[in-house]
């Protein structure tokens, strides 16, 4: 079965699926003497981590537990990323550690989601190599589970769903979270920046915001839940508002999120500096509630790179926002995506970004070797320096950022800081690990009872890593 078709999912096609879901509940029942078991796994961005806990909703809903053994599961879902080619290659290799699975058990069912499959050669070469995968669904096609499940339980060899979507948000799924402290809140979906490295706007389609009463009201219940970390997510979260009938952005979203009552924090990503203005930035100096902590991407410290990327901006602005931020809240932390390798770019536009680094002094960065994806500009583009020097080029930034990150740290001790305890650190048993607003890691002795609060730490020590507190 395949569907390519435009659509917006409306109230009462949700309430179908609901119906699908008590059916398949029912078959369920039927056909076990025990809890059925799912397995699902997400792989890449916080977006798609937050799919993924929508899908382990309806799974709930339609009877299913969960479980971390694919041996154990009836069920197998992986929801996909499609941003580096290493991450694809990951799941391809998942899907084929299947096979004995499925020949084993014929009642398996195995499901393959998300961004990757969204990509019609993907699709294809998962139909052409991997004929024991039952379901094929989209970025799109994730509130259909329930329908193509039961065609699948009632003997349906394969479903597959491609369809493409410019304007639907399927408000309402329930959500299975990981997590009881912090949750992912999507509050927008799409992209309309075509940045020419990357898949995002072919696989999730244009931007569309969430209504903010729809947005308020989960806030408001996780709130009430108990979770004390909210992070707000979107493809470029500086362009959330635009096409609602409400006349609203994203700063002044921030500022009514932070006026919920309640003991919490607001994270948010990604933050496009095409987008970033210094309405934004007064607006997280000012809502004490938002985290003192910008992830602003840059790619690149080269302007002739960043054109070729088609980022439309220069270095001088990006420099500019981060100098207005930190005069106007000046224990603000910045941390940056950078590209190393991009198709064109020379030693000396890798020196240029070594430059800005050195000028910004991220606490932390995440640094990737450029990823060819196909469907996307980039990949047309010449590209003749040798995956050798792309290589000493990132070994060389990580070098500069791991010196940075180290002075950083240091510079906290003595300071007494507010952490949220999130988990037991790496130190083992007797140690707690949180972050700070400034979006710092730190470790200190604490009891289990502490964790899901904030505390005071005072930082005795720092490591390249992490502070060491008390």
Known sequence: MMIDSKITFSEKELQIQQEYEKQVALLLQERYDFLPLAYVHSFGCQQSVADGEKLKGMLAEMGY?????TAQAQIILFNTCAVRENAE????????????????????????CGCMTQQQHIADKIRKSYPYVDLILGTHALPMLPQYLLEILNGKKRVSDLRESDGGIAEGLPVQ????????????????????????????????????????????????????????LGQNVNSYGKGLEEKINFSGLLRKINAVPGDFRIRFMTSHPKDCTPELLDTIAECEKVCNHLHLPVQS?????????????????????IDYAR????????????????????????????????????????????????????????????????????RELLAEQTAISAQVHQGMVGKRVRVLADGIGKRGEGWLAGRTDENLIVEWPGDKTQIGQFVTVEIARATNCALIGE
């Open 65 to 69: 537990g969960f479980t971390d053994d």
């Open 89 to 112: 290659e990951r799941v391809f290799g998942n899907i084929g550690e299947l096979k004995h699975l499925k020949r084993q058990r014929e009642d398996l069912i195995i499901g393959i």
């Open 177 to 232: 979270r990981e997590d009881g402290i912090k949750a992912w809140l999507p509050i927008m979906y799409g992209c309309n920046n075509f940045c020419t490295y990357c898949i995002v706007p072919y696989v999730r389609g244009r931007e569309r915001s969430r209504t903010p009463d729809m947005i308020l009201q989960e806030v408001s219940d996780l709130v009430q839940q108990g979770y004390k970390e909210i992070t707000l």
């Open 301 to 321: 410290g080269s302007n002739k790179i960043l054109q070729q990327m088609n980022r439309k901006y220069t270095v001088e602005h990006y420099l500019e926002l």
């Open 327 to 394: 005069k106007k809240n000046p224990g603000i932390s910045f941390t940056s995506d950078i590209i190393v390798g991009f198709p064109g770019e020379r030693y000396e536009d890798f020196l240029m970004t070594m430059d800005l680094i050195k000028k910004v002094r991220f606490t932390n960065l995440y640094q990737f070797i450029y990823s060819r994806r196909s469907g996307t500009k980039a990949a047309e583009m010449e590209d003749p320096i040798p995956a050798e020097d792309k290589s000493l080029w990132f």
